[in-house]
């Protein structure tokens, strides 16, 4: 299924809740909308869905107007937040209902659907028991599997493993990607969660406050985003900014404290002027990893221990820092550290915050490479 929104917005009285925007979705692909909290992703799945009608613009169906046509006779499935599966019903018959409902399929073609989504999700053992019975990953499976059941063209996914521990959070997403590898459906996923839409891939529509920033291959988004603010929101924990002056002619850029730091290859060109240099916090580090790589004195001010990751909030010469880094660093509250970070992973943005400059990934890997070889 093509679907392509044409000029949507939404109004809700005098607010607006999606500004004007065109988005043509990747059809038999998978399409993340990724956003902070009511940044619209909700909002743009319902009018996608037909369960809100738009204040402005057109949805299109394979090039057809469905604008006005309401959700029920529109070839979709949906999975929300909150998983619902009715708790009298067995999980057979929980995934089987919106097939009975449809009353087009005979019985044993309903069986063979439902023990075919169900081995895929990993929860054929399970087709006997009650709701109840289940864990709160097996009852999000099943939530699913009655969605994919339908086999509809187009599947709208809206933060669906949100409710779910960590563990079973990075098992679900492990498999969502290759669940839709066939093509045969448009899969639109809503999150909050930049390293959920990297593990998904595909393409990603960055939103923010009813806005859409970018829409591009996922990576491409991630490694040359258009602007600071898709930078941060593609950042988690967000992106460090810092303002910065580039002289003319000296390859090196000057920041607050006095802190000077050599311009990597990508970014020698630029003219002259103010900027803000960007640094993702995975890209500092306790100790050097590559030749090059420029010491930062910092102070702790906390040591935030998040899984498997610590995030360091760190001041230095009147700036502040978060570096993201992996294992647990039980460092105090006024202590001293050196931070290391490689020019070749900065980013540069101008004064109206559009990307000026993104780091050569073909550079760095081979940097990375180098350094293990020695």
């Known amino acids: 299924m093509q679907l392509k929104l044409d000029g949507i917005s939404k109004l809700a009285g005098a607010d607006v809740h999606i500004h004007p925007l065109d988005l043509n979705l990747q059809a038999g692909k998978i399409n993340v909308l990724l956003g902070q909290t009511r940044a619209g992703k909700t909002t743009l799945m319902r009018l996608m869905a037909g369960l809100d009608r738009p ?7 394979d090039g057809v107007d469905v604008t006005g046509v309401s959700v029920r006779r529109r070839d979709l499935a949906m999975v929300y937040q909150q ?41 054929a053992h399970l087709l006997d028991r009650l709701p109840s019975a289940l864990s709160g990953g097996q009852q999000q499976r099943t939530a699913m599997a009655r969605a994919m059941v339908k086999q509809a063209p187009l599947l709208l996914l809206d933060e669906p493993l949100v409710n779910l521990d960590y563990k079973l959070r990075e098992e679900l997403r492990a498999e969502l990607k290759d669940l839709f590898a066939d093509g045969h459906t448009t899969v639109v996923y809503a999150t ?10 595909g393409h990603t529509a960055v939103l923010d406050e009813g806005r859409l920033l970018q829409f591009a291959p996922t990576l491409e988004v991630f490694h040359h ?69 420029v010491a930062l004195q910092c102070e702790v001010e906390l040591a ?45 943005f101008d004064q109206q915050g559009r990307l000026a400059g993104s780091p050569d990934r073909g550079l760095i890997l081979a940097a990375n490479a180098a350094s293990v070889g020695a």
């Open 55 to 61: 204040s402005g613009g057109r949805v299109l169906v």
């Open 83 to 123: 998983f619902v599966n009715y708790p009298s019903f067995t999980v057979f018959e929980n995934i089987a209902s919106p097939l009975r409902l449809a009353g087009k399929l005979s019985p044993q073609e309903i069986k063979t659907r439902v023990e075919a989504v169900a081995e895929k999700l990993h929860i």
């Open 192 to 201: 909050t969660e930049p390293h959920e839409a990297l593990l998904l891939g």
């Open 225 to 293: 985003p258009a602007t600071q603010r898709v930078a941060q929101v593609f950042s988690d924990p967000p992106m460090n900014l810092l303002p910065a002056h580039i002289p003319a002619g000296t390859g090196e850029a000057r920041l607050a404290g006095g802190l000077v730091l050599p311009l990597g290859p990508h970014l020698t060109a630029l003219p002259a002027g103010q900027y803000t240099l960007g640094v993702r916090p995975s890209h500092l580090r306790l100790r050097p990893e590559r030749s090059g790589e």
């Open 304 to 348: 935030e221990i998040s899984g498997s990751d610590t995030y360091l909030h760190l001041k230095q010469a009147g700036a502040d820092w978060v570096a993201q880094l992996p294992g647990v660093c039980d460092l105090d509250p006024g202590s001293h550290v050196e931070i290391y970070l490689h020019p070749g992973d900065v980013f540069a």
